[in-house]
């Protein structure tokens, strides 16, 4: 069984550089968040370093799963209720916009990254789930009144979703899928083609503030001189962005890839590149590629590096439950870390003088970290963080136990793994 990115079958060399000695912006971590800010930078005249701890890509950004889903991970009512009706709103559509601008920039640019619109199904199998999702059909038919969404119920949901029986199906046509690496490899050559340096296995160690302006940037291969740092480590946060920990918690996601399904197994699937999603509360999401692979993911639990023969198996098991007609042979499965904020919502802005931060996207990463990295370019143009995204007017807060006491993130995964426990219900 192979433990790396299925994507990574198809992968390319990338070229690395040596670090530069001085750069109008550095980068700490080098994914997507990184190189989409970066190449607006590099096309206004900014010198631009990346500094990527392990191998080219090798964050989540090439171990999603492919998603692009529309909006975040929490509804446009609990926003309105936290934030008031006029940020709620602007903080619900501004998360939708961003999967829908992606799709379109892909398409006019011409991404080779097999962007598949055949939209999202989520199914739900008990009551408690039918009305998460009527409330998620609402929400955004308030907002895309023409998007086609719909509701199926009884025999159609199994026109859309020939699994286990799902009493009510939530079609959202505005959602897809691309593969992550092609994406993030598309904007890796665009970076390097506009003259950005991306130097990988060089970690960074310390970020120092300079006695002038700017900062020393300490990494595995010496330091590095930067007017701007940009800090872009997604849930892989260490002490080099220290304040971040409290309200970035990093957790555990894990996927898995089937040998191709048989003719008969794949002629059950009316719509087989449509992803389908449970609406449990670990989430299973799933789908079936070009070549009748099907590609199924979920959190397991919080913890990350769980080793992969229990992934496996787990995952197997899940799989099974959900597709009993299918003989689940697995062939991949691999993990990473995604970023969670207890607001649910990214978490960006400055953390100090010309000093930036974007990640914690909870699962929603493409999408966002994409139009994160839009937003940072900006903020570092503009040197400002005022009106230019409303992900920055939504407050970061620590996670807390019993909301009193704040912990940081290594404590946190035991806390929420027995939290999510209560949760679980895999019938
Ligand atoms: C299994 C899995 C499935 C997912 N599925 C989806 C999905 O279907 N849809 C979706 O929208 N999102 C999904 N996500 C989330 C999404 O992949 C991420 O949110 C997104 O890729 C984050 O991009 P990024 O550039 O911010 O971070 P990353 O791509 O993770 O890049 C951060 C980089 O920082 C580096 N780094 C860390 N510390 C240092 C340091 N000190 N010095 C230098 N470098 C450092 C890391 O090595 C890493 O490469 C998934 C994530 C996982 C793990």
Avoid at 110 to 130: M, P, W, Y
Wanted: hydrophobic content about 40%; proline content about 4%; glycine content about 8%.
């Amino acid at each position: 069984m192979n433990t790396q990115p299925l994507w990574l079958e198809e992968a390319v060399t990338l070229e690395t550089q040596a670090p530069l000695a001085k750069a109008d912006a550095v980068f700490v971590g080098g994914g997507i968040t990184a190189l989409s800010a970066a190449i607006p930078l590099l096309k206004a005249g900014f010198t631009v370093q990346v500094l990527e701890a392990n191998a080219p890509l090798s964050g989540a950004s090439s171990r999603a799963f492919g998603n692009l889903d529309v909006g975040v991970s929490v509804s446009n009512s609990a926003l309105r209720a936290q934030y008031g009706t006029q940020l709620g709103d602007e903080l619900w559509l501004e998360a939708a916009n961003a999967a829908i601008e992606l799709q379109a920039y892909i398409a006019r640019c011409q991404i080779a990254c097999d962007l598949d619109t055949s939209g999202h199904l989520k199914v739900a199998f008990n009551s408690r789930q039918e009305a998460g999702l009527v409330n998620e059909y609402h929400e955004l038919n308030a907002v895309f009144p023409h998007s086609q969404a719909k509701l199926v119920r009884g025999q159609e949901v199994s026109h859309y979703w020939p699994g286990r029986k799902a009493t009510l199906g939530f079609f959202n046509p505005l959602s897809a899928t691309v593969n992550p690496y092609k994406f993030a490899s598309a904007l890796y050559a665009q970076f390097l083609a506009l003259g950005g340096h991306y130097s990988a296995y060089c970690a960074v160690k310390q970020v120092r503030p300079d006695k002038g302006e700017g900062y020393t940037v300490v990494h595995q291969a010496g330091h590095t001189q930067a007017e701007h740092v940009v800090h872009t480590t997604n849930g892989y946060t260490s002490k080099v962005s220290g304040a971040l920990r409290q309200h970035i918690l990093p957790i555990g996601s894990y996927i898995m890839a089937t040998n191709p399904l048989s003719e008969q197994e794949y002629k059950a699937f009316t719509h087989p590149h449509q992803v389908v999603t449970t609406a449990y509360h670990f989430k299973q999401y799933m789908r079936l590629d070009q070549q009748r692979r099907l590609i199924f993911g979920g959190r397991l639990g919080l913890s990350t590096g769980l080793q992969e023969h229990k992934v496996e198996r787990e995952l197997r098991n899940l799989a099974t439950h959900l597709l009993p007609f299918v003989d689940i042979q697995s062939s991949h499965v691999w993990g990473g870390k995604l970023a969670m904020t207890r607001t649910m919502l990214p978490s960006m802005g400055a953390l100090a003088h010309k000093q930036y931060y974007a990640m914690g996207y909870c699962g929603r990463g493409i999408p966002m970290a994409w139009w994160c990295g839009i937003k940072l370019a900006e903020m570092i143009v503009q040197g400002s963080t005022r009106n230019i995204t409303s992900f920055t007017r939504a407050p970061n807060q620590s996670f807390r136990l019993l909301n009193l006491i704040p912990l940081r993130n290594e404590l946190l995964s035991g806390y929420f793994y027995l939290k999510d426990r209560a949760y679980r219900e895999f019938q």
